[in-house]
């Protein structure tokens, strides 16, 4: 293998990094509840003051509010947003800033993992991204299930995050990816290929990043 890239890796990046931003947020003002998945939630139990007029804020309110309140019951979980959003923000990559945080509070990654890939499978339209890169917008047209099974499991988030690191790797992308399948779990190797292979066959061109012998 060459310097080939990954298919896709820094568009994933950027998608990524916009649900980081849309879910680390103050503290909402939704009522915190018990049992939240046993229980149907009231339409507007998620919406904090002034989100109404954000549609990307909205969104994710309205389409991840079960998830939202179960970060909001958890310290681990609202400790590890605040880490997300400072390591963003300070000019990280969305998937440095994963691995990292998720190294020091694992606790609140297993929370975190669900509500981003919740955000990231209903909201990237909302938040602009499906219109400005025609690579994520395949995803949400032909990959979204698969990249919301493997993002939604802390154990393939971590792989996704990692493969997505090796993005800079050059000629050693190849070798850095084999070290993050190999930490990985069988599950989540499983999940990961199924996601990988459909951007490969639906999203080459899109991406137009597929890695390739030379």
Known sequence: ???ARHLGLAARAAAVAVAILAIALPAMSCTSLLGVSEIELPADACIAD????????????????????????????????????????????????????AAQNSAGHALTAPLLACVEYHCLASCGQTQ?????ACWAASCADLIYACDSN??????DNCNQSCANAGSNIFSCMKICTNNASPTAQQLYQALYTCETKYCATACATLASDD
């Open 1 to 3: 293998m060459g310097a």
């Open 132 to 136: 400005n890169d025609p690579c994520v």
């Open 50 to 101: 002034g989100d109404s007029n954000d549609p990307c804020y909205l969104c994710e309110d309205q389409a991840c509010c079960a998830q939202e309140l179960a970060c909001q019951e958890s310290s681990d979980c609202q400790t590890y947003k605040a880490s997300l959003k400072a390591c963003v923000n300070e000019g990280n990559s969305s998937s440095q800033c994963t691995l990292q945080a």
């Open 154 to 159: 802390p154990d393939c988030d971590i792989l």
